[in-house]
């Protein structure tokens, strides 16, 4: 694990999850983001594939996912960023081990081409559990473009539930 950047805000570290995430104390972390490769076969170079079959790449995710919510302070978010063919089992693995689901948050993403055989791929998921009840307070801001444009707002917090407020 390498130190590759610093400034007032914290400190970036770039190596292997698992390695890093071991080297965490339980219950030490505020908020977990994840972005992982997604097994389409693209070239994160040496070192890492990103092709391998289905049952090993899900294991893989179950078992940084397992660290992730270990290291997760109590009442911290998760975010885990992928396909919806993996968020689907990522999404029953984090309620297994006792994960609050908050959300599933689509994210529209139509740079891609049509490909044959299937539909347009038109969005991705991020997936939004805490561990426990929720300590943050989040707010969430989308840019719909369509015949209007509006944006919308969810806030939460611990004690209400999520109201989407429209405004223009
Ligand atoms: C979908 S990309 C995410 C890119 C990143 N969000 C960004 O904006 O640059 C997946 C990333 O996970 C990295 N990666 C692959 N295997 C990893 C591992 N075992 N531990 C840590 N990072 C890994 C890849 O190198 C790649 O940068």
Same mark, same amino acid.
């Given at each position: 694990?390498?130190?590759?950047y610093?400034?007032e805000?914290?400190?970036l570290f770039?190596g292997? @999850?698992l390695?890093m995430? /071991?080297s965490?104390e ?9 972005d992982?490769?997604f097994n389409?076969?693209k070239?994160?170079g040496?070192?890492?594939s990103?092709?391998?079959v ?6 893989? @995710?179950?078992?940084w996912?397992?660290? @992730?919510f270990r ?13 919806p063919k993996?968020n689907?089992?990522?999404a029953?693995?984090?309620n ?7 959300h599933?948050?689509?994210?529209d993403?139509?740079?891609g081409?049509?490909i /044959?055989?299937?539909?347009?791929? /038109?969005?991705?998921s991020?997936?939004?559990y /805490?561990?426990g009840k ?6 969430y801001?989308f ?9 919308l707002r969810?806030t939460e917090?611990t004690?209400?539930? @999520?109201t ?5």
């Amino acid at each position: 694990m390498t130190w590759v950047y610093e400034n007032e805000h914290g400190r970036l570290f770039q190596g292997d @999850c698992l390695e890093m995430l /071991s080297s965490q104390e339980t219950d030490s972390v505020d908020l977990i983001f994840a972005d992982p490769p997604f097994n389409l076969g693209k070239d994160y170079g040496k070192g890492i594939s990103d092709s391998v079959v289905e049952d090993e790449y899900l294991q893989w @995710c179950k078992t940084w996912v397992d660290e @992730c919510f270990r290291v997760a302070k109590p009442g911290a978010s998760l975010f885990i960023y992928n396909l919806p063919k993996w968020n689907i089992h990522i999404a029953g693995h984090l309620n297994a081990i006792g994960a609050m689901f908050r959300h599933w948050i689509a994210i529209d993403i139509k740079f891609g081409l049509p490909i /044959s055989g299937r539909l347009y791929p /038109s969005q991705y998921s991020l997936l939004y559990y /805490s561990k426990g009840k929720p300590l943050a307070v989040l707010e969430y801001r989308f840019k719909f473009v369509g015949t209007a444009e509006a944006t919308l707002r969810i806030t939460e917090a611990t004690k209400t539930s @999520c109201t989407p407020k429209e405004s223009t």
